[in-house]
């Protein structure tokens, strides 16, 4: 299986200042014949169900702000969070789909410092 | 809109079975693979299975493979989740959530608020 750890565990900042999330596969999760990182970040509110923040590790999902961005290849991954808002206090996850079965990383937790 | 909805959820002693159902509405239920993720009180995600659009595909999670059963009903818009010889451990909160295409292989674009499964004597 692969593994999937996340960094830090959690993380406080002040608003409008960045968050950066890093995630990281104990193996590739990069399909060569396409090209494609098969990693996917989402957010969790207290209460509420995962929502999809990026996909193919860098693709932003419709209606997600532009302050979200993801990034990296291979094995390791970034979500930055440009601006932080009020609204972003959440845990992060981040999720290999590449090789069932599909894991997730342990979560981050994002607070306003 | 699209929307998903879980239900059949509820406290079941160890060894018991239930199943769950997901009904989907706003979209094209049969072109999209489908999966269940699940939440165990306070603790993160842990991805359970999968199933290809047409259903002739399933994936499996080592800890239910054997035990669950994934299955769809294209003409009823529903997604099933049979989950036999039940533990302690199986207690979460059950997500459904519809797949970004209809690969097993990618990531769940729409989700559903949860059935919580309880088990316990």
């Known amino acids: 299986d692969i593994v999937m750890t996340q960094s830090p565990d959690s993380l406080a900042v002040s608003l409008g200042e960045g968050a950066t999330i890093n995630c990281k596969s104990s193996?590739?999760?990069?399909?060569?014949?396409?090209?494609?990182?098969?990693l996917a970040w989402y957010q969790q509110k207290p209460g509420q169900p995962p929502k999809l923040l990026i996909y193919w590790a860098s693709t932003r999902e419709s209606g997600v702000p532009d302050r979200f961005s993801g990034s990296g290849s291979g094995t390791d991954f970034t979500l930055t969070i440009s601006s932080l808002q009020a609204e972003d206090v959440a845990v992060y996850y981040c999720?290999?789909?590449?090789?069932?079965?599909?894991?997730f990383g342990p979560g981050t937790k994002v607070d306003i410092k | 809109e699209v929307q998903l909805v879980e239900s059949g959820g509820g406290l079941v002693q160890p060894g018991g079975s239930l199943r769950l159902s997901c009904a989907a509405s706003g979209f094209t239920f049969s072109s999209y693979a489908m999966s269940w993720v699940r939440q165990a009180p306070g603790k993160g995600l842990e991805w359970v299975s999968a199933?290809?659009?047409?259903?002739?595909?399933?994936l499996y999670a080592d800890s239910v493979k054997g035990r669950f059963t994934i299955s769809r009903d294209n003409s009823k818009n529903t997604l099933y989740l049979q989950t036999n010889s039940l533990r302690a451990e199986d207690t979460a909160v059950y997500y459904c959530a519809k797949n970004e295409g209809s690969s097993c292989y990618g990531p769940g674009d729409v989700w559903g608020k949860g059935t919580t499964v309880t088990v316990s004597s």
């Open positions: 999720q290999q789909y590449y090789s069932s079965p599909f894991t």
């Open positions: 193996q590739s999760v990069l399909y060569s014949s396409n090209n494609k990182n098969y």
């Open positions: 199933i290809s659009g047409s259903g002739s595909g399933t």
